[in-house]
T-cell receptor, first 112, second 115 residues
Framework: QKEVEQNSGPLSVPEGAIASLNCTYS??????FFWYRQYSGKSPELIMF????GDKEDGRFTAQLNKASQYVSLLIRDSQPSDSATYLC????????????FGKGTHLIIQP | DTGVSQNPRHKITKRGQNVTFRCDPI?????LYWYRQTLGQGPEFLTY????????KSRLLSDRFSAERPKGSFSTLEIQRTEQGDSAMYLC?????????????FGPGTRLTVL
C-alpha cells in the first residue's frame, strides 16, 4: 500500500516567520515529489517539485528531499497571510507516468 | 485561458442517475489524469491516459465508472447508477511527457452531489 503521511494540523505560524511542512512516504519506488497548495473550495495548485536528494529553492519556497529517510519537506520563508491554505504532498513512482499518491494535507494558518 | 478546463463545475443529481463530466487539458499535454477528492482528504488517483490510450486504472474505479479520451484531446468521465458515496470533487490534471519529471496541472474540478 503506497502511503504519504502528513500532519493534518492546523499549523499556526506568525506572519514573517518560516513555516515548515513535513511529509513521509512509504513506497521506496517513489522518485518524484510534489507540493501543491489548495485554498478552500479550489483545486490544487503546483508549487514545487523535487526528485534529487537535497534542497531546491524557488523564491520564498524551499523543498527538501531525503530518500534514505523517505522524508520530504517544504519551507516557506517570510510567511504571508495569503499563504494560509492546505498544503498537499504527493509522490510518484519512477518512470514519471503514474498517478500521484497524495497525503491528506496540512492546514497552514499564517497569523497577521 | 490556456489552463485545464472542466465542465460542468457543479452537478447535483439523484441517486441512480448517470452523470458525465468533461475535461479539456492544456493543449500540448498528452497525459491526462482523473482524481477524486472528498472533504478532508487528498486527491485519490482514478485513471490516466497517454494520448488516447487508457494506461492505468485504480482499484477505486469500479465498473460503474468509465473514462474515455477518444481523440487524445478532451476526456470524459461517466458514472453510472450514482450512489451517495460518489459525492466528491472530481479533478482532472494534465501533463507533458518528459524524461525525468511529470508536473501535473489541475483543472478547477467538478463538484458532484448525489442526493
Amino acid at each position: 500500500q503506497k502511503e504519504v503521511e502528513q500532519n493534518s494540523g492546523p499549523l499556526s505560524v506568525p506572519e514573517g516567520a518560516i513555516a515548515s511542512l513535513n511529509c513521509t512516504y512509504s513506497d521506496r519506488g517513489s522518485q518524484s515529489f510534489f507540493w501543491y497548495r489548495q485554498y478552500s473550495g479550489k483545486s490544487p495548485e503546483l508549487i514545487m517539485f523535487i526528485y534529487s536528494n537535497g534542497d531546491k529553492e524557488d523564491g520564498r519556497f524551499t523543498a527538501q528531499l531525503n530518500k534514505a529517510s523517505q522524508y520530504v519537506s517544504l519551507l516557506i520563508r517570510d510567511s504571508q497571510p495569503s499563504d494560509s491554505a492546505t498544503y498537499l504532498c504527493a509522490a510518484q513512482r519512477g518512470g514519471g507516468a503514474d498517478g500521484l499518491t497524495f497525503g491528506k494535507g496540512t492546514h497552514l494558518i499564517i497569523q497577521p | 485561458d490556456t489552463g485545464v478546463s472542466q465542465n460542468p463545475r457543479h452537478k447535483i443529481t439523484k441517486r441512480g442517475q448517470n452523470v458525465t463530466f468533461r475535461c479539456d487539458p492544456i493543449s500540448e499535454h498528452n497525459r491526462l489524469y482523473w482524481y477524486r477528492q472528498t472533504l478532508g482528504q487528498g486527491p485519490e488517483f482514478l485513471t490516466y491516459f497517454q494520448n488516447e490510450a487508457q494506461l492505468e486504472k485504480s482499484r477505486l474505479l469500479s465498473d460503474r465508472f468509465s473514462a474515455e479520451r477518444p481523440k487524445g484531446s478532451f476526456s470524459t468521465l461517466e458514472i453510472q447508477r450514482t450512489e451517495q458515496g460518489d459525492s466528491a470533487m472530481y479533478l482532472c490534471a494534465s501533463s507533458l511527457k518528459q524524461r525525468t519529471y511529470n508536473e501535473q496541472f489541475f483543472g478547477p474540478g467538478t463538484r458532484l452531489t448525489v442526493l
